[in-house]
């Protein structure tokens, strides 16, 4: 009796000192899978262990326990894969996520140790399972753990084992990192470890510029190469060039490049050879090439070169200049030009008559009223042909200037000076080189003197009706073209608006920005993007939380150095989501079938019924939502008749639909006449176009 009395008294103390030691034997032993359950000196093994031997050498160290009676096995084994596979992503913003198969328990520790080190600040989220597979552990591990350091140099990226072969892929968040990854790829691989995939783009630069100066004190390159190939190959070509001269190149790789930088860049390299100094750059596709040739059979030959060999996709601003003779040098071709100082005028060179000279003179005085001229022509014969028109042209542009010349050198015209009118020095070369025709070649180097304007206002906007409207101030006309050529781009089958208007500005870096607005906001369902300055505020509806935070990642990490962004994106609801299906099958339907109207009238032909009966069938299976109907005419006839006629026509559609089973309470009907045209109303094709029905689906 009093043996039993002691018994129960220690029994709670034995079964916790026998839980604490027989725990430490096996963390000891590696079985930290394992848990117990003590019922006086008798233990039970529970968990589930990763390997079929683990149980049994889990129960011999159990056994050896001193006071350990009877051990008992009710443990199971982990899941046993075929297909073993495990992945990390980094998307740049949010979570680390680390998922797929892991052999066990320190496995998933030492990986979500690496990930936190790999990425310090960043959320880790552990969606891997434990699971059994016909790998070596220890390799296995070692590739993961490689994975995760190798993706800690990404922008964003992923890393996947497929049993022991990596997959990878990403944009390195410098060139710096595009090496140590690639070279940590190449040659540190872990032992076991095979390379499946790798796909890790450089780093992208925008713009995509790159720099060559030539000057007394030497070579100096700056800028990205798009390759390590073509940076040591450009390398070793200024080399050769320029052997007798001191170089310096700091250029860099990245992405960007457009298509054919490496052989603008090299025709640029090497016409830079020719001259005394000179400077060529790109920007993106634009090359600006200047500089001094010894004379104006050089200049001409390297305006030429780049004009012909340089890839057409990129815009060309040359400034060579030369050395030029007086105007008037006998024996040098015929020259007649007018030109102005600022306070006076001065006609010089030859004329090929009194009657000549004396319209000339009228004519400029025309241009220039009120201002003092001196005429130091002399009348001679030997005028080139077409000579009035192609003077006529260079003169018309003279007002426009500060300061300037117009030189007519038998059948070349060239026109240069200075102005601090943006507009004018952007336009003086299209206007000289329209009016002279084919009559003469013209040549101008009109220097700008104003202040670029710094704080440009710009928007753009995406109707929910598909509609884009970009408005406000772009800096030239190259940079206006090219933001609407990238809208009709990103929102193709969308009438694209442009209402910008040229206030003189550095494209770059706000092209750059204006650029990766229009991109931003094709990701949203409806929305606009600003420039104020240099704040950039983009606004609409996007389909997840996933979208948006891409979004504002893409915009923190990509505008260019000195702008900020600011967002005001909503999620779309689910009601919002069905409203928008419904509204694509709408008209993705009109887009496919026929809605005819007899010519000037609101009655529907025969030919649109079975693709009115289809949108009915979809407005029925969308019934919470109400749906207007706009009506559309191309521009014949006033603008009264068109605005009737589109609501008549979009009336008739609504009453079609509710005899059709559609509930006309659901529907609204709006006529917009002529003013939202989406083709040219001077042809045949474009006027049909505009002639149509549109659907809006909106919740309730």
């Not at 060579?320 to 005028?345: C, Q, T, W």
Request: net charge negative; hydrophobic share 40%.
């Amino acid at each position: 009796m009093l043996t039993w009395v002691a018994v129960q008294l220690e029994h709670d103390g034995i079964e916790s000192d026998l839980a604490h030691r027989s725990g430490e034997a096996l963390n000891r032993a590696g079985f930290d899978w394992a848990s117990l359950r003590f019922v006086g000196r008798d233990v039970v093994l529970m968990g589930k262990a990763p390997e079929e031997r683990d149980p049994d050498k889990a129960l011999a160290s159990l056994e050896n326990v001193w006071g350990v009676r009877v051990a008992s096995d009710r443990s199971e084994l982990i899941d046993s894969v075929a297909d073993y596979r495990w992945s990390v992503i980094s998307p740049g913003s949010g979570p680390v996520r680390l998922a797929g198969n892991v052999p066990s328990e320190d496995a998933r520790r030492e990986l979500i140790d690496a990930a936190r080190s790999a990425f310090p600040g960043s959320e880790v989220a552990d969606e891997m399972r434990l699971a059994r597979g016909s790998i070596d552990r220890r390799q296995w591990l070692t590739g993961a753990v490689f994975s995760v350091r190798s993706l800690s140099g990404l922008k964003r990226g992923e890393a996947e084992l497929a049993n022991l072969n990596l997959s990878i892929k990403g944009e390195a968040k410098s060139s710096a990192a595009y090496r140590e990854i690639k070279a940590a790829l190449a040659t540190r691989r872990p032992a076991g470890v095979g390379l499946a995939h790798e796909d890790i783009a450089l780093p992208i630069a925008r713009p995509f510029v790159w720099s060559i100066k030539k000057s007394g004190s030497g070579i100096a390159v700056s800028g990205f190469a798009p390759s390590d190939e073509e940076r040591e190959k450009l390398g070793a070509r200024t080399k050769s060039l320029f052997s007798t001269m001191s170089i310096s190149d700091r250029t860099d790789i990245a992405a960007g490049a457009p298509d054919g930088w490496g052989k603008a860049a090299s025709i640029a390299l090497e016409q830079l050879a020719q001259l005394r100094l000179g400077e060529a750059s790109i920007a993106d596709r634009e090359l600006t090439f200047s500089g001094e040739a010894a004379d104006e059979q050089i200049a001409s030959a390297v305006k030429k070169t780049l004009k012909l060999q340089v890839p057409q996709n990129f815009r060309i601003i040359d400034q060579v200049r030369f050395a030029k003779p007086d105007i008037v040098v006998p024996g040098g071709g015929y020259v007649m030009g007018i030109v102005n100082e600022g306070a006076s005028l001065d006609l010089v060179g030859m004329m090929p008559s009194e009657a000549a000279r004396a319209a000339l003179i009228d004519a400029v005085k025309a241009r220039f009223p009120g201002r003092q001229l001196n005429d130091k022509s002399q009348v001679a014969p030997g005028a080139p042909d077409g000579w009035q028109q192609c003077v006529v042209a260079g003169l018309a542009s003279l007002p426009r200037l500060k300061k300037g010349k117009s030189i007519l050198t038998d059948r070349r015209l060239v026109v240069s000076g200075e102005t601090d009118d943006y507009a004018a020095s952007q336009s003086v070369p299209g206007d000289v080189k329209a009016a002279a025709g084919q009559t003469c070649e013209t040549t101008t180097n009109i220097a700008f003197t104003g202040q670029l304007k710094t704080d440009l206002t710009w928007k753009a906007t995406r109707e929910a009706n598909g509609m884009v409207t970009i408005g406000g101030e772009a800096p030239d006309d190259a940079s206006r073209l090219r933001l609407v050529e990238i809208a009709q781009q990103l929102y193709a089958g969308s009438n694209v608006t442009d209402n910008m208007k040229i206030v003189g500005a550095a494209s770059e870096p706000w092209s750059s920005a204006a650029h990766l607005g229009l991109e931003e906001m094709a990701r949203l369902r409806n929305g606009e993007v600003t420039i104020s300055g240099k704040e950039l505020v983009i606004k609409g509806a996007a389909e997840s939380e996933q979208v948006a935070n891409d979004i504002r990642s893409v915009l923190s990490t990509d505008l260019p150095p000195g702008f900020k962004s600011r967002d005001e994106i909503t999620i779309m609801s689910v009601d919002e989501k069905a409203a928008d299906s419904c509204q694509t099958l709408m008209r993705q339907t009109t887009a496919k079938g026929t809605i005819n109207f007899e010519r000037a009238k609101a009655d529907l032909t025969p030919d649109s019924t079975q693709t009115l009966k289809d949108l009915a069938q979809i407005a029925n299976e969308c019934p919470n939502f109400s749906i207007q109907i706009e009506g559309h005419t191309d521009a014949e006839g006033t603008d009264e008749r068109n605005s009737r006629l589109a609501d008549r026509r979009a009336r008739a559609v609504a009453d079609f639909l509710s005899l059709n089973g559609v509930d006309g309470r659901r529907l609204t009907t709006i006529g917009y006449g002529a003013t939202r045209p989406i083709g040219d109303n001077s042809t045949d094709a474009g006027r049909a176009k505009n002639r149509r029905i549109e659907f809006t689906v909106r919740v309730n």
